[in-house]
C-alpha cells in the first residue's frame, strides 16, 4: 500500500508571498487531516475532511489560509499571505475507518512539508 | 492547563537500558490512547494504540494506560539506537464516528547513546 504522499517536502518564501502544499491520501481512505507541527510542539489540528466536505476546521486562520478537497481524494492547503510564525511543518495524515481493534481506524502520515517564512 | 501534558526532554540513555515515558492528561473522558513515534524530517507513525486501561504488549515496546490517575507511559526494554526519535502521545474520547480528533502531547525526545 502506497503512503500519504506530500509536496513539496521543503519551501523557503518571504512574509507576505503565498505558498501552497498538496496531498495525496491512501487510496480510498476518506478522511483526510492537514495538521500544522511547530517545532518542538505536537500536532496541531488546522482541518479535517471528510471525503469532500468538511468536518472542522475550527482552527484554520481563515483569513488566511484555505484549503480544498475536490473529488475527495487529493487536497490542497494554501497560505496567503504568509507570516513569520507560519513556519513549521505541514503534516498531512488521511485514515480510513472501520473498528479500532482491527487497527484500520489509525491515522497515517505523510513525511510533511517543511515551510520556512523570512 | 493544557488538556495533555508531556515532558519535551531530552532523554538521554545508554543503549541497553529500559526508558520510561509518560503522559498526563485532564480529560477523564479520553477512551483511546496512542503512541506515534516520529523519526527527524518524517511524519509521525503509529506505534501503540490502547483502549481504555490496562497493559499492552508489542515485542520490546509496552504501553500503560492509568485511567485513575490520568496517566500513560509507554516502556521501551533493550532500547536500540534506532529508537531514538520524538514520541508523541495522542488521545482521543471518540474513535468511530467521522469526528475522531486526536488531542496530541508536545513530544518527548529520545536519545539512545551506543
Known amino acids: 500500500e502506497a503512503g500519504v504522499a506530500q509536496s513539496p517536502r521543503y519551501k523557503i518564501i518571504e512574509k507576505r508571498q503565498s505558498v501552497a502544499f498538496w496531498c495525496n491520501p491512501i487510496s480510498g481512505h476518506a478522511t483526510l487531516y492537514w495538521y500544522q507541527q511547530i517545532l518542538g510542539q505536537g500536532p496541531k489540528l488546522l482541518i479535517q475532511?471528510?471525503?469532500?466536505?468538511?468536518?472542522?476546521d475550527s482552527q484554520l486562520p481563515k483569513d488566511r489560509f484555505s484549503a480544498e478537497r475536490l473529488k475527495g481524494v487529493d487536497s490542497t492547503l494554501k497560505i496567503q499571505p504568509a507570516k513569520l510564525e507560519d513556519s513549521a511543518v505541514y503534516l498531512c495524515?488521511?485514515?480510513?475507518?472501520?473498528?479500532?481493534?482491527?487497527?484500520?481506524?489509525?491515522?497515517?502520515f505523510g513525511a510533511g512539508s517543511r515551510l520556512t517564512v523570512l | 492547563q493544557k488538556e495533555v501534558e508531556q515532558d519535551p526532554g531530552p532523554l538521554s540513555v545508554p543503549e541497553g537500558a529500559i526508558v520510561s515515558l509518560n503522559c498526563t492528561y485532564s480529560?477523564?473522558?479520553?477512551?483511546?490512547f496512542m503512541w506515534y513515534r516520529q523519526y527527524s524530517r518524517k511524519g509521525p507513525e503509529l506505534l501503540m494504540y490502547?483502549?481504555s486501561s490496562g497493559n499492552k504488549e508489542d515485542g520490546r515496546f509496552t504501553a500503560q494506560v492509568d485511567k485513575s490517575s490520568k496517566y500513560i507511559s509507554l516502556f521501551i526494554r533493550d532500547s536500540q539506537p534506532s529508537d531514538s526519535a520524538t514520541y508523541l502521545c495522542?488521545?482521543?474520547?471518540?474513535?468511530?464516528?467521522?469526528?475522531?480528533?486526536?488531542?496530541w502531547g508536545a513530544g518527548t525526545k529520545l536519545i539512545i547513546k551506543p
Open positions: 480529560n477523564s473522558a479520553f477512551q483511546y
Open positions: 490502547t483502549y
Open positions: 495524515a488521511s485514515r480510513s475507518g472501520g473498528s479500532p481493534g482491527d487497527g484500520a481506524n489509525v491515522l497515517t
Open positions: 475532511f471528510q471525503n469532500n466536505g468538511v468536518v472542522d
Open positions: 495522542a488521545m482521543s474520547v471518540t474513535s468511530m464516528d467521522s469526528n475522531y480528533q486526536l488531542i
